[in-house]
Structure formats: structure tokens, C-alpha cells
């Protein structure tokens, strides 16, 4: 555009307000607000600072007139119109900007976790079952396109953060087989303890074989204490039984009770003397409860 010039001596003497006015008018009518490649975004930005450039320009030159004469009113009408109309389509262009490049932004970063998702679907089932968030993150990829204004510089950002994420998810996809066959190679007696097998999967190598030894040595030290209290009761009852016989005795005998029978072919004094031999020898032991003569009548 012109310089803006207008001189006033009571009256316009000269001025190319008309022409320059037509000419920003056209500018803001054929100004673009599409936004959609990083030309419409250098070329509004221009316009941006044209329209500024012109409103400025206004201002000077109204205040220049604004002390002239009366008949010049119209002219600062004109001004202030044609002000406001540069005003609004720069304000209109700005907020365009914006919003078109957020969208942009949004739809750049949605197809690339679309992309990840793919990826993921692609590998084993075993890879379905641990968590995808650290992949998916929508942050990861807000923060990858911090600071890049055009288009193309985002695409280049996110398309180096998918390929890092694919390499990533390779990586642990390999991680989760190997744990798969770590876990799948424990005796029958260990597998009891990996019941939390998803989250298990997820752990490093390290980090699994390290889960695996302290849950085993858990279970052999429980174990342990379990045979040492065990041997601890079976000596304590091999002890009270040696220090405390009768009692243990008697204890089995009404716990178990025999009866021993004699069956005896003599005459009644031959009987009666074994008996009486049998009273003297074991009348003292707590296990015989009674010894009796009796008379088989038959």
C-alpha cells in the first residue's frame, strides 16, 4: 500500500485518502481466511501487520487533522470507519489463526496415536494384555510439537515420536514373550504364586526374574518354619512321653482298650496258683485292669 498523506488549510488541500482507502478496502476483502498450508499462514500473518500498519496510519492522520476545519468532519468519520474495518479483520484473521492451528494441531496429534493403536493391534495376544497408556499418551505427543508453528514442522515432530514409539513397543512386545516363557517354565509347585500374570508380563526381565526369586524364597522360608514347628510338636511329645510315661500310658490304655484272655485246661488248684502267680507279677501294672478266675461249665 501508499503512504497515507492528507494536509489541511481550513480544507482538504490534498489528499490521497480516497485512493488509499479503496486500496485497503480491496486488501481486506481479497484477504484469505482459509487457513490451510504454511503460505496462508506467512501471508496472514502479513496481512496481519498491514492492517496494523494501516490503523496506525489512520490515527496519525486523523490526529494531524483533528484540529482543522469543520468541513473536514466527514474525513474523520471516514477515518474512524475505515479504522474499525482494518481493526476487525485483523482481529477476525487472528482468531482464525489461532483456531485453525489448534485444529490442526488436534487432528495432527489424533492420527498419530491412531497410528500407535495399529501398531499395537499388530502384535501377539500375549502384547494385548498389559497396559498401552505409556504408548497412547496424549501428552507425549503435545510436547513433541511444543514450539513448532508450521504445519510441516509438526508433521516431521510427530512422525519422529510414532517411529520412536513403534521401536519402543517392539522392544518391550520382545520383553513380554521372553517373561511369557520365564513364567511358563516354573514348576507346578511355583506357579501358584504368579497368579497376577498381566501385570507380571509387564515388568522387566530383571525386574521379573528378581519378583520370581523373593516370592519362592518366601515360600521356602514359610516352608521351613512350617517343618521346624512341625519337628518342634514331635519332639515336644517324644519329650513329655519320655519324662511322663504313666501318664501316656494310661492314656493309650483307655485311648486303646485289649483284653488279653487265658485260657487255662487244669484242675482248680493248678488254676487258682496260676492266677495268683499271674496277680503277683503284674497287680502293679496300670495297664491290667483286673484279673479274675472264672469256671468254663463247658
Known amino acids: 500500500m501508499n503512504q497515507l498523506t492528507i494536509k489541511l488549510s481550513g480544507e482538504i488541500q490534498s489528499s490521497n485518502f480516497v485512493e488509499w482507502?479503496?486500496?485497503?478496502?480491496?486488501?481486506?476483502?481479497s484477504t484469505n481466511t482459509e487457513l490451510l498450508t504454511d503460505d496462508d499462514f506467512v501471508s496472514a500473518a502479513k496481512h496481519i501487520k498491514s492492517f496494523k500498519a494501516a490503523?496506525?496510519?489512520l490515527k496519525q492522520a486523523k490526529q494531524s487533522a483533528i484540529n482543522q476545519a469543520a468541513e473536514i468532519q466527514k474525513l474523520f468519520a471516514a477515518i474512524d470507519e475505515v479504522s474499525a474495518k482494518a481493526r476487525e479483520a485483523r482481529l477476525i484473521l487472528e482468531r482464525q489463526i489461532k483456531i485453525r492451528k489448534q485444529e490442526i494441531k488436534q487432528q495432527l496429534i489424533s492420527s498419530g496415536i491412531d497410528r500407535i493403536h495399529d501398531y499395537i493391534r499388530q502384535q501377539n495376544s500375549v502384547f494385548q494384555l498389559i497396559s498401552h497408556m505409556g504408548f497412547v499418551d496424549f501428552r507425549r505427543f503435545e510436547e513433541v510439537i511444543k514450539g513448532k508453528a508450521g504445519i510441516r514442522g509438526i508433521e516431521i515432530g510427530i512422525d519422529r515420536l510414532c517411529t520412536?514409539?513403534?521401536?519402543?513397543?517392539?522392544?518391550?512386545?520382545?520383553?513380554?514373550?521372553?517373561?511369557?516363557?520365564?513364567?511358563?517354565?516354573?514348576?507346578?509347585?511355583?506357579?501358584?504364586?504368579?497368579?497376577?500374570?498381566a501385570s507380571l508380563l509387564e515388568l522387566s526381565k530383571q525386574a521379573l526374574e528378581l519378583t520370581i526369586d523373593k516370592r519362592i524364597a518366601l515360600l521356602n522360608e514359610q516352608s521351613a518354619r512350617e517343618k521346624a514347628a512341625k519337628a518342634v510338636t514331635e519332639l515336644e511329645k517324644i519329650e513329655d512321653v519320655e519324662l511322663n510315661p504313666e501318664r501316656h500310658l494310661v492314656t493309650n490304655a483307655t485311648n486303646n482298650r485289649y483284653?488279653?484272655?487265658i485260657d487255662i485246661l487244669s484242675s482248680r488248684g493248678d488254676a487258682v496258683e496260676i492266677a495268683r502267680s499271674i496277680k503277683c507279677r503284674y497287680a502293679d501294672n496300670t495297664l491290667v485292669l483286673d484279673i479274675r478266675l472264672s469256671h468254663d461249665h463247658d
Open 164 to 197: 520412536d514409539i513403534k521401536q519402543e513397543i517392539s522392544i518391550k512386545a520382545a520383553e513380554v514373550n521372553h517373561n511369557v516363557l520365564t513364567l511358563d517354565g516354573l514348576s507346578s509347585q511355583h506357579k501358584i504364586l504368579f497368579q497376577d500374570r
Open 55 to 57: 490503523e496506525n496510519a
Open 259 to 261: 483284653r488279653l484272655v
Open 21 to 29: 482507502k479503496n486500496e485497503l478496502i480491496t486488501q481486506i476483502q
